[in-house]
């Protein structure tokens, strides 16, 4: 009788702090969820992403709204890396991006002008157990009639 109510005992309050812990998992998870609808719609308005990607809310940041943010996106693709940037090269510029530099390495880093901001996504292959691809979106805007340094001096 008394290690049935010791047992009684102890499992209430792991049952209690489980309760509790899942209950701010839900709020996490709708915040989570909410940051993910925001930047898909960011993205979707105006930049492709391969079919399969997969944001990261956590590793992401965006600044601003509409037409106008500026931001930090990551995501996982099962896209091989060259496929995917084979993807962005030929998508970006019907929707009015213009490649300016392209490296294809173990990293791959593509850089495209839009008419006010610019785009670098860095391109690396995934761990063993992770997607094929990493993908690290930066936008941020275009810097306009930027001084050049005077190389006579």
């Known amino acids: 009788m008394k290690k049935s ?13 489980v309760a509790c812990a899942t209950t701010d998992n839900l709020g996490d998870l709708s915040k989570r969820f909410d940051d993910i609808k925001k930047i898909e719609t960011l993205f979707f308005n105006q930049m492709p992403l391969p079919k399969d990607a ?18 930090r996106i990551e995501l996982s693709s ?3 890396t060259l496929g995917a940037s084979t993807f962005f090269t030929s998508e970006y510029p019907k929707h009015g991006w213009q490649l300016v530099s392209s490296t ?15 785009l670098t996504i860095e391109i690396t292959e995934g761990g063993p157990l992770a997607a094929k691809s990493m993908i690290v979106m930066t936008v941020a805007p275009k810097v306009q009639n930027q001084a050049t340094p005077d190389s006579k001096k």
């Open 104 to 118: 294809k390495a173990k990293l791959s880093i593509l850089v495209f002008t839009g008419s006010t901001r610019t």
């Open 78 to 80: 099962s896209m091989e």
């Open 54 to 71: 997969r944001i990261s809310p956590d590793k992401s940041l965006i600044l601003g709204e509409g037409d106008n943010w500026a931001g």
């Open 5 to 17: 109510i010791f047992k009684c005992l102890t499992i209430f309050p792991i049952i209690f702090l």
